[in-house]
């Protein structure tokens, strides 16, 4: 077959919108297969300065454009360029976007390498271009220059193709069947593979469902259940502590391996904990070696007994370490045979069940066919069916994800065996669950089974919560309630209309009745839904409306530019203007409660059909699964406006563009909970982390969590901070509340210092928006020095931020909240870091204002200890191995000025402290170094 003709196109532009920003660049490849036939490409004069971050990024400055033609001359010469040849891009949409505004290549097919990747590389980390290239072997690089890019572009592109090619027929049939009438970038060029290979003339079947599946049955009895003891037999507590010293059996399988004196101490109080049915805190200093620390005890306790030790953490990382490595590495040492299991919420695992009528059913726009696509390509690789294997981007495409998921709560395992053969992910977890000595899970699934009255996690009465400092707020997070405007419209279209959602697939079957249908009337049934969807749209926006009349009516000044969270206080509901928003929510809730009333019964009625009605079951089942989660919407949004509890806090979120509303409440207090399911009502919990005490006392945690009945311990890091770490005190920045002065110091600081340490810094801010305008100010300047800067936020992941900032020789990574913990780069490559501002919570935020009102005096209480836990958090990112050596720097004066600032110096490990000057600190920090 002969190859079409493709323009590869990309543009470089001021910034994200067509209709406010410029085109300042553009590159084009005309290519037919591996041969190109034409390459052009032009600067354009936008008529405006170039931003400074579009400079920092593409090169491109307001010199380099000075003397180029305007966007109608290039144009000119690109149109008769392209001609109607298809277009490819990388995310060709928003290049497009641009070009049709000005009437152009309205009508060319669109070729989009993203699509394509998504599908093709479902476990993909990035799809940026320059990811691509990377993952996919492209040495020419995607440079942020229009021709380079658009060159790249057509390297990714013919590289996707061959993987294309190596899809089996069945497959790649099956996903041009599913692109069909759909407007995607990856239909097209799917289908001209599938040509090529059937005039070949290759044979293609049906993809049936077990077909689709990389995963072996699984029976029950291939995972035999535990045995409980009638009566626990207690550990030996030196046998257990043994293991971990010298001679023992980690030290005998594992050459190399070093004694560390504060793990055994651990280890046998955790043994003691297990075997007395003791609550214990302790916190284990970095490079304690924690883990085996509590694995080795609990799987000596649960294999003697016969019993479940459930072990729960805050990060992927760390589950991902236990499960991947210290647990196998516990199985070749140890002389015990144990099983150990990895469980996630229902929502995390496939349901062939669902995937099936998915098929059936056919995507209805560009996000459910990545989704779609790029699941049937995974199943071809997956061993687990976890949806964290994939790369999902965006609301659109979790919500593809959610439509596929298991987390049907009617679906029994005995469903999951009989209509997935075994082969179901979550019936696959689920059994393994209950069959583990060891069963791992996070923080999120702990609280859910905790709110669930104990009825998600198999039975246990023994756990280890690692990260624990995190309990606190992954409670707070698991039990809180957040809905944006965006988010309801996101539910009334799932339930769509008479050409779209599940409205539309019932609307496809009143057309034909089935015989099963019998008097199901569905040409009324549809009807009635889609009136009731319309009146919902309707009050929904009425009531976000008067909410937020109400809102601005109390405002003395304008929403800001970074949006407004106002709490709705008891005060709140006696305001003028509140009845309004009352009967607004009455007005909203009638008309869900009759949708909802109306959604359920027909799906019971189809669900129950039988007779073979596959379809008519499956679109039963989804309709039920739509009207439960419309019930547990309306019983949180009534919480928010009619029936307020005073142990939850309420608040409304604006966002300052196009002024979108959202809903939130949080519970006040989770420690009674935490108390009530778990203190009380488990034999024995161990809670540790690195950080659990302030100024050296657990006072703080033992009060957020109710764990007064625990057990303390502290056992310190093997790591000699005092020759390894210095920490410098900025003495002359202005405070922070000269707000110019303190942002030069810290600007002029970064610098000197960034350069001093030829990188290798994380810079760990409190807020975005002073991290962006730090960015600003020194990226260029470092640059220069050979010096990159990395920036949260930069639409990179935080994995991906990691990756590049370790690959890098001399980098510095920018970061917010999520980076002052849970970063771990060993060695050179991280010797510095620097913390701008100490880490007090904002006092206006609606939960820390909310629980800040419950103490007597609320800084000293809970603010501060807050911050130290925090800080010590940043800290601890510096030192990671036993010949790591760094430099932490304080920017903020307040620790040298502020009767508060000791407690956070007291609360580092013992290492050398200084303070000094600005000016002194590129000096200090090279001799430190050693460089």
């Not at 405006?48 to 454009?65: C, E, F, N, S, Y």
């Not at 599940?502 to 057309?511: H, P, V």
């Not at 982390?689 to 957020?704: K, N, P, Q, W």
């Not at 350069?755 to 962006?772: D, E």
Request: overall charge negative; some cysteine; proline content about 5%.
């Amino acid at each position: 077959m002969n190859p079409k003709s493709i323009a590869c196109l990309d543009l470089e532009t001021t910034g994200l919108s067509p209709d406010r920003d410029s085109v300042i660049e553009i590159g084009v490849v005309l290519f037919r297969g591996e041969r190109v036939e034409d390459e052009w490409s032009t600067l354009v004069n936008p008529g405006h300065p170039i931003p400074r971050a579009i400079t920092d990024l593409t090169g491109i400055t307001d010199a380099m454009v000075a003397d180029a033609p305007r966007l109608d001359r290039a144009l000119a010469k690109l149109e008769p360029l392209v001609g109607e040849r298809p277009i490819l891009g990388q995310s060709i949409g928003f290049d497009l976007g641009f070009l049709q505004r000005h009437g152009l290549f309205k009508f060319n097919q669109a070729f989009d390498t993203y699509d394509l990747a998504a599908v093709l590389l479902p476990t993909a980390p990035r799809y940026n271009l320059g990811a691509l290239a990377s993952a996919l072997g492209v040495i020419l690089p995607a440079t942020h220059r229009a021709l380079d890019d658009a060159r790249a572009t057509r390297a990714v592109f013919l590289r996707l193709l061959e993987m294309a090619a190596e899809l089996s027929l069945d497959l790649l049939a099956e996903l041009v069947r599913l692109s069909q009438n759909l407007e995607w970038g990856g239909g097209q060029p799917l289908e001209d593979v599938l040509g090529e290979r059937l005039q070949a003339r290759e044979a293609v079947g049906p993809l049936t469902a077990p077909a689709l599946f990389n995963l072996p049955a699984l029976r029950p009895s291939e995972s035999p259940d535990l045995s409980p003891a009638s009566e626990p037999s207690p550990l030996n507590v030196d046998e257990v502590v043994a293991t971990l010293d010298d001679g023992g059996a980690l030290a005998t399988r594992f050459p190399g391996y070093e004694r560390r004196t504060q793990q055994l101490e651990m280890t046998a109080a955790v043994a003691r904990s297990l075997s007395e049915g003791r609550h214990l805190l302790v916190e284990a200093g970095t490079g304690t070696g924690k883990s085996l620390a509590y694995l080795v005890p609990a799987v000596h306790w649960a294999v003697r007994n016969g019993l479940r030790v459930v072990v729960s953490t805050n990060t992927i990382n760390l589950q991902d370490q236990l499960i991947n490595k210290d647990i196998p590495d516990l199985q070749a040492a140890l002389n015990l045979d144990f099983r150990a299991a990895v469980l996630k919420g229902r929502a995390n695992y496939l349901c062939p069940r669902k995937l099936e009528a998915a098929r059936r059913r056919g995507p209805e726009t560009a996000e459910e066919m990545r989704v779609l696509g790029k699941t049937l390509v995974w199943l071809r690789q997956t061993t687990t069916g976890d949806r964290s294997e994939l790369n999902l981007g965006g609301p659109a495409e979790r919500m593809a994800w959610d439509r596929l998921s298991a987390q049907d709560e009617q679906c029994t395992l005995e469903t999951c065996q009989t209509l997935g053969h075994g082969t179901c992910p979550f019936y696959r977890a689920r059994v393994a669950a209950e069959s583990a000595h060891v069963l791992i899970v996070n923080h999120s699934l702990l609280v859910a089974d905790i709110a669930a009255e104990n009825r998600v996690l198999p039975e246990y009465d023994y756990l280890i919560v690692d990260e624990a400092h995190h309990l606190e707020s992954a409670t707070t997070d698991g039990l809180a309630f957040h809905l944006s405007q965006p988010d309801f419209d996101r539910v009334l279209r799932e339930l769509g209309g008479s050409r779209s959602g599940l409205a539309g697939a019932l609307a496809m079957l009143a057309r034909r009745p089935p015989a099963w249908a019998g008097d199901l009337d569905l040409r009324g049934q549809l009807d009635r839904l889609t009136e009731g969807g319309e009146r919902c749209q309707s009050d929904g926006r009425a009531l976000f409306e008067t909410l937020r009349r109400f809102i601005e009516n109390q405002l003395e000044s304008p929403i800001g530019e970074y949006g407004l969270e106002y709490r709705l206080l008891p005060s709140t509901r006696s305001l003028p203007g509140w009845e309004e928003v009352e009967i607004a929510w009455e007005n909203l809730r009638g008309a869900l409660d009759e949708l909802r009333r109306i959604t359920s019964g027909l799906g019971d009625r189809m669900a129950g059909a039988g007779g073979g009605a596959t379809q008519g079951e499956d679109l039963g089942s989804d309709l039920l699964g739509w009207a439960r989660r419309v019930q547990t919407l309306m019983n949180q949004m009534n919480q928010v406006f009619a029936e307020p509890s005073p142990s939850i806090i309420n608040w409304v979120g604006i966002q300052s563009e196009r002024l979108t509303m959202s809903l939130h409440a949080a519970p006040l207090h989770v420690g009674p909970l935490v108390e009530r399911h778990l203190w009380h009502q488990k034999a024995a919990i161990i809670m540790t982390s690195a950080t659990l005490t302030t100024a050296g006392e657990f006072d703080f945690l033992i009060h957020r969590l109710n764990a007064d009945e625990a057990d303390t311990l502290v056992v310190g890091s093997p790591f000699d901070y005092e020759h390894s770490a210095l920490v410098y005190l900025v003495s002359d920045i202005p405070e922070p509340s000269d707000v110019r002065g303190y942002q030069r110091g810290v600007e002029q600081g970064l610098i000197g210092l960034c350069k001093a340490s030829r990188g290798r810094a994380l810079v760990l801010f409190t807020s975005y928006a002073q991290l962006r305008q730090t960015h600003q100010a020194i990226a260029a300047p470092l640059a220069k020095a050979g010096v990159t800067v990395f920036e949260q936020g930069e639409g990179a992941s935080r994995h991906s931020l990691l990756e590049s900032f370790r690959a890098s020789d001399q980098a510095v990574l920018l970061g917010t909240r999520s980076f002052w913990e849970g970063v771990d780069v060993p060695g050179q490559a991280l010797s510095v870091v620097a913390i701008v501002r100490l880490p007090f919570a904002v006092p206006s935020d609606p939960i820390v204002a909310a629980r800040s009102e419950t103490f007597d005096d609320s800084f000293s209480e809970y603010s501060l200890p807050e911050a130290i836990l925090r800080f010590r958090q940043g800290f601890g990112r510096l030192i990671r191995t036993r010949t790591d050596r760094g430099l932490a720097v304080v920017f903020d004066r307040r620790i040298l000025t502020k009767s508060y600032g000791r407690y956070f110096t007291n609360s580092l490990p013992d290492c050398k402290i200084e303070q000094g000057t600005l000016a002194d600190l590129p000096k200090r920090a090279t001799l430190w170094l050693g460089e």
